[in-house]
């Protein structure tokens, strides 16, 4: 019997589609009273005045406040990654109460019976600004004399933080016999989770204690930065994630409303709510991206690659928030990606601006950095005649090769791209794309066929704690988990991991009842609340597998060994002469003599008849901290075609041959293989955060914000191909963020494949009508 | 987010709608099935201070022949448009436009006469009873007028109808024998038309006898391609309908926003013209 | 302040609400029907689809006012004892939701398309959900989903 690789369906569906959920918004308690939050409409400007008065007059509204009413009791928002020793750190104060630093800012707060009671006593506070001059353009921020963002800090720069490895490269581009340079956009991405963020918090408050539920996907977290920010002492803290609608990075976060929230509660001693609306969220729930990157690479003619320097502007907003300035960071060590060269440079500029802050969106960091690389390396295939496949096969590791340490210095354990590769091209029909590319090119066709292809790889599993200490991130990277036989023999595990939607439950169930032994649908897993599951570092960068999973699997086999003990005392053997299979301990060359370890479960429950010194349990719990990250990796081939006149691009076909590791469970890999092409797809063509030139989000609402509807993506050809992962026991690599990693180039790649015989080099992205239209129109100039 | 108060009224016949809508003068907003007014109101860009919901307003919704008229009930819902055998057949454009506007839940309660009363130039239907040659037959305090369609839409979410008016019935002269097809071109399923053309031609002896072409998001109100229809007659193959759609986006006023720059929307609309004309009369 | 009936999930209840109170609150704050979540304020998202009077609506683009004397079946009325829908067992065997936010919006415009087109091509599926957002799964397990769900149905299964 082996659970593990089979398509379990899930254990988290039946709630989900009965509607019998628990979203923080459904939750209710008595005298629940409804936060609303007034927003600065100005991207950049000076408080002179917040009058609550007469908000507080209008009926049913309970309290208001300014900025300045809740500082006492609100400290800065924390960032934990300053990358570099002299990081500028500015205060983020949860309320502005001086200035406003972007559209959206926080300036006040009301909390009336209702929400709709609420939402018109917004109105009734009156604010005064003066305006300052907005912070929009990444190059202009460094300038000397520019605006300041934070005028107390003398400078927009908020960190620089190089990497050199390998030969010098102003070395290496003198001999090269090609240097390409390519300036590429990363565009504000809104990451859009379904369920809009709220908060609930329950007091005590006789005993100054509280609940926090939030929409988030860090509990644990969560909790150790709203002890921090409110000073309420943390064992008086609960954290509860409920059913999490989804994340994608926007609720790896500490916000300024989940500490307002608690801040408030505390002070009226009652139960309030705050639950943001969609186009309040566009302001107020972190981007991502928001880059500008210069590359430039090295390499000789017969496209063995010498060198890649990479520089990198990156929006911060107007603040640092949990990991801002580590973002980029994330990427550092991804832009040489598969390749083998001599010579790696890497400047990183984080800068601020009157924005939203930016923070951790699918694949962050990694995402920008296999674009950058990817799109540069069809640039160079063009450049040298060679075919963009061609040009990665002469230059990636050999499967031979691994375990391979890289010009960034990362070891990748294990891989195989010529797997990856040779699988993609023939799912794909390569061969024939390209003549009918080449048919159509001839032709004169108004409707032009393009192939993108990305050959990618990320690191997964955050992460080993000593690595992260390195790189200055102020917490570990281990995952903890427990399993507990309980007396029936039923079994719980307690994850760490804080799922929204990645189906840890069903997937936990299945490492649990391999190595236990038991049925899978005896297995209930616990997450999502500090006080059932204390220990844990959440559900982000495609960590929970590989870590929290790796915990699990280990805590379930201290269960066996320390069942192991009982078993031999019962059965009146030595351990050694017993086995261990399918849940049953029996002793060697007596089968008749066998516990199954549910049976063991509940002998160690009476105790009646353990062994001397033996505790009476068998429960076990294990913290996993990691040796390396993993790396998945795979290749993924895009088919699109151009409308030469109306400039829109539609996706014929999409291949995405992955490398994953070892498969947990097939169907739900699928699954988030699917979600992260969408959304990589989604920033190719489709979405972007558009600001004006006062710093107003003009792309303020879904109606503006193009999130993909089912018919604006195509049937996805998704395959895999398998090498296990070295690093862990279970042999996984993470697959949360692959198709939004991998397949952003392969779009842009396959857009400007299109229309590079009509003259077009490049396309900003998302590569809308309008884009391709111009720049058809500029080539044919 | 969450509307602003307003007073609500619920006539039960056209004569007492008009009423309260005299009586709510500037203020009162009429309600029909709420698929414009209800974001407008959420994001709080309108603050009515009565709404007079017309949904339960006998004898406004279907569907019937006058001879040569097709009269559809300013209440018809898009959904019923669609799919009312009588607008397919005698319609047929605003069948099909009607087709692509929202999503289904949308045109289950959307109706025809709310989205013409709502004067959006980016809506499709503006631009495909401006084609069809329709009137707009509103109901006031001294009775009922009618108003052509090329007078109706005055500007930007502005219509001829007076506060007291109501939007009771569209009449359209029946187009049977007409071919037709709205183009609409837009940036992702959900979004709005960055601009669309419907067009309808009468050919005659393999020849484009007549044509006519309601741009939509072309300028402040839906707008005829005049030049255009001038051009086609006479218009025998491809070349010719494509030379007569060059001048598609003479006259125009095409607004500046986040799916495209005027420039690039009368490129769009002779390009859309083409094809809509050639899908019209059959050869596209 | 209006007085309102109105028949949820089979049960017929009668309240005072402000004109303005949106279907959506109504269900969730008023009836504590939470199964129907919300997602958007310009009717984009679909989250909060619900079936009045036999046709799919937004309800957040509905006063409940406008429900008045009017039927309407949400999420949690789906099921009949304990029993499932085609399309929800479809879902459920599809792997079509991940975080299921967009699951109660999904299946009730799907229901909606099943009923007027029992034989879909995969392409009217994808049109007649394009007015439901789904973040997680890129679509391609709901589209299977459906067509199931409606392959089921033909052989006889109530979806």
């Known amino acids: 019997m082996s659970e593990v690789g089979t398509a379990r369906l899930r254990k988290e569906d039946a709630r989900l589609l009965t509607g019998q959920t628990r979203w923080t918004d459904n939750i209710d308690a008595p005298g629940l009273l409804h936060l609303a939050v007034l927003r600065s409409p100005m991207a950049h400007a000076r408080i002179d005045r917040v009058d609550v008065s007469a908000a507080l007059e209008r009926p049913g509204v309970v309290a208001a406040f300014s900025g300045a009413d809740l500082a006492p009791d609100l400290g800065s928002l924390p960032c934990a990654w300053p990358v570099t020793e002299d990081i500028v750190l500015p205060e983020h104060p949860p309320i502005a109460v001086d200035e406003v630093r972007y559209a959206g800012d926080p300036v006040a707060v009301v909390v009336a019976r209702d929400r709709y009671t609420a939402a018109d006593a917004l109105e009734a506070v009156e604010v005064e600004y003066t305006p300052l001059p907005p912070v929009l353009d990444l190059e202009a921020a460094l300038a000397e004399g520019a605006p300041l963002v934070h005028s107390d800090k003398g400078t927009n720069r908020c960190y620089d933080w190089p990497l050199r490895t390998g030969e010098d490269f102003a070395a290496v581009r003198q001999r090269a016999e090609v240097t390409l340079k390519r300036r590429y956009h990363q565009q504000r991405l809104i990451p859009n989770a379904m369920e809009p963020r709220a908060v609930v918090v329950t007091p005590v408050a006789a005993s100054d204690e509280y609940t926090v539920y939030s929409s988030t996907q860090i509990p644990h977290i969560l909790r150790v930065m709203l002890a921090v920010v409110t000073e309420v002492p943390e064992h008086r803290l609960r954290v509860v994630a409920p059913d999490v609608g989804g994340g994608f990075g926007s609720k790896l976060q500490v916000y300024g409303e989940e500490a307002i ?106 995402p920008e950095a296999t674009y950058a690389i990817e799109r540069i390396m069809d640039e160079l295939a063009v450049e040298l005649g060679l075919d963009p496949v061609e040009l990665r096969r002469r230059n990636w590791i050999r499967h031979e090769e691994f375990p391979y340490t890289t010009i960034a210095g990362l070891t990748y354990d294990s891989g195989n791209y010529e797997a990856a ?44 704690s000593r690595v992260l200490r390195d790189l200055r991130y102020a917490a570990g990277g281990w995952e903890a988990a427990s399993v507990r036989m309980l007396p029936t023999g039923k079994v719980e595990v307690v994850t760490g991991t804080s799922p929204h939607g990645q189906g840890h439950v069903t997937c936990w169930s299945q490492i649990a009842a391999d190595v236990l032994g038991v049925p899978f649908e005896d297995v209930q897993v616990v997450h999502g609340d ?195 992962a070295t690093t862990n026991p279970l042999g996984v690599k993470g697959v949360g963020e692959a198709g939004t990693i991998a397949s952003t180039p392969a779009v842009v790649g396959a857009v400007v494949d299109a229309l590079r015989p009509l003259g077009v080099r490049d396309l900003r992205m998302p590569c809308t009508p309008e884009r391709v239209w111009q720049a058809l129109k500029e080539a044919s100039a | 987010m969450i509307p602003p108060s307003f007073e609500y009224a619920r006539p039960g016949s056209v004569e007492e ?51 040569t008229t097709l009269v559809v009930g300013a ?41 013409l009363a709502h004067a959006d130039p980016a809506g499709d239907l503006p631009a495909v009873v401006l084609a069809l040659d329709a009137e707009l037959i509103a109901a006031g ?35 049977d024998g007409w071919g037709f097809h709205y183009e609409k071109f837009h940036r992702s399923a959900q979004s709005w038309a960055v601009v669309g053309v419907a067009a309808l031609v009468r050919r005659d002896d393999g020849h484009i006898a007549e044509a006519r072409i309601g741009l939509t998001n072309m300028g402040s109100t839906p707008l005829r391609a005049t030049a255009t229809e001038e051009a086609l007659p006479g218009s025998g193959d491809t070349r010719a309908v ?38 019209a009369a059959g050869t596209g | 302040m209006t007085r309102i009936s109105v028949k949820v999930d089979g049960t017929v209840y009668q309240d005072e609400v402000e004109p303005r109170l949106l279907l959506i609150h109504y269900l969730r704050d008023r009836l504590g029907l939470t199964g129907t979540p919300i997602g958007c304020d310009t009717s984009n998202c679909g989250v909060c689809t619900v079936d009045l009077d036999g046709a799919s609506v937004k309800s957040c683009s509905v006063l409940a006012v406008q429900a008045d004397g009017g039927e309407v079946t949400t999420v949690e009325g789906l099921a009949t004892d304990g029993e499932w829908t085609g399309l929800q067992r479809a879902f459920h065997e599809r792997h079509a939701l991940q975080c299921g936010y967009c699951t109660p919006g999904m299946l009730m415009a799907a229901r909606d398309l099943l009923r007027e087109n029992p034989h879909p091509t995969p392409d009217e599926v994808r049109h007649a959900l394009e007015g439901n957002l789904c973040r997680c799964t890129g679509y391609q397990n709901i589209v299977r989903a459906v067509l199931a769900a409606a392959e089921t149905a033909g052989q006889g299964a109530a979806t």
């Open chain 1, 261 to 366: 929230t608690l801040a408030v509660a505390r002070r009226l001693g009652r139960p309030v709510k705050w639950t943001e609306s969609r186009s309040e969220g566009y302001l107020a729930t972190h981007h991502g991206r928001g880059m500008i990157q210069d590359v430039e690479i090295a390499a000789n003619r017969d496209g063995r690659l010498l060198g890649l320097k990479v520089d990198l502007l990156v929006d911060m907003g107007a603040y640092l928030m949990l990991v801002t300035p580590g973002i980029p960071i994330l990427g550092a060590f991804m832009y040489p990606g598969i390749y083998k060269m001599r010579s790696y440079e890497l400047g990183v500029t984080g800068v601020f601006t009157t924005r939203t802050p930016t923070d951790a969106y699918r694949g962050a960091g990694r």
């Open chain 2, 242 to 279: 494509a030379r007569a759609a060059e001048s598609a986006a003479t006259g125009t006023r095409p607004p500046r926003d986040l799916s495209g720059s005027p420039e690039y929307r009368e490129h769009l609309a002779r390009v859309l013209t083409r094809r809509a004309v050639l899908a």
């Open chain 1, 530 to 724: 500090t006080r059932a599951a204390p220990q844990g570092m959440d559900t982000y960068g495609s960590r929970s597998l590989v870590v929290g999973g790796t915990a699990v699997h280990q805590a379930a086999t201290k269960v066996v060994d320390k069942a192991r003990k009982v078993a031999a005392h019962l059965l009146e053997a030595s351990e050694r002469d017993l086995e261990f299979t399918d849940g049953v301990f029996s002793v060697k060359g007596s089968p008749d003599a066998r516990r199954t370890i549910q049976e063991i479960a509940f002998e160690t429950f009476t105790s009646h008849d353990l062994p001397d010194g033996v505790e009476p349990t068998i429960n076990a719990g294990h913290l996993t901290d990691p040796d390396d990250f993993s790396y998945p990796h795979g290749t993924h081939l895009c088919a699109v075609e151009v409308d030469t006149e109306t400039g829109q691009t539609r996706i014929r076909s999409y291949v995405a041959v992955d490398d994953v590791g070892r498969v947990i469970n097939p169907m739900i890999v699928e699954g988030q293989v699917h979600g992260g092409l969408a959304q990589g797809i989604a920033q190719a063509l489709y979405e972007e955060a558009v600001y004006d030139d006062e710093g107003n989000l003009v792309s303020g609402t879904m109606a503006d914000y193009l999130v993909p509807s089912a018919p604006d993506l195509p049937e996805f050809v998704t395959e895999r191909a398998r090498t296990p």
């Open chain 1, 421 to 464: 590769t040779d699988k993609a091209l023939a799912l794909f029909d390569y061969d024939k794309l390209r003549a009918e590319q080449a048919d159509r090119n001839q032709r004169g066709d108004t409707v032009r066929l393009g192939i993108g292809v990305s050959t990618y790889t990320e690191m997964c599993g955050l992460a080993p």
């Open chain 2, 141 to 175: 305090p001294g009775g009922r007028r009618a108003i052509p369609a090329r007078e109706f839409f005055v500007d930007y979410l502005q219509s001829a109808l007076e506060p007291d008016e109501l939007l009771v019935e569209i009449r359209i002269p029946k187009t």
């Open chain 2, 17 to 67: 709608t008009v009423r309260v809508l005299s009586e709510g003068g500037e203020d009162a907003k009429v309600l029909a099935g709420g698929q414009s007014l209800l974001p407008l109101l959420r994001l709080r860009l309108a603050f009515p201070e009565l709404v007079v919901d017309v949904g339960r307003v006998p004898g406004l919704a279907g569907v019937r022949e006058e001879g």
């Open chain 2, 75 to 115: 209440m018809t819902t898009h959904h019923d448009v669609v799919r009312d055998p009588l607008v397919r057949r005698h319609a047929g454009l605003l069948a099909a436009a009607t087709a692509g506007v929202g999503d289904p839940a949308v045109r289950h309660r959307g109706t025809l006469g709310g989205s």
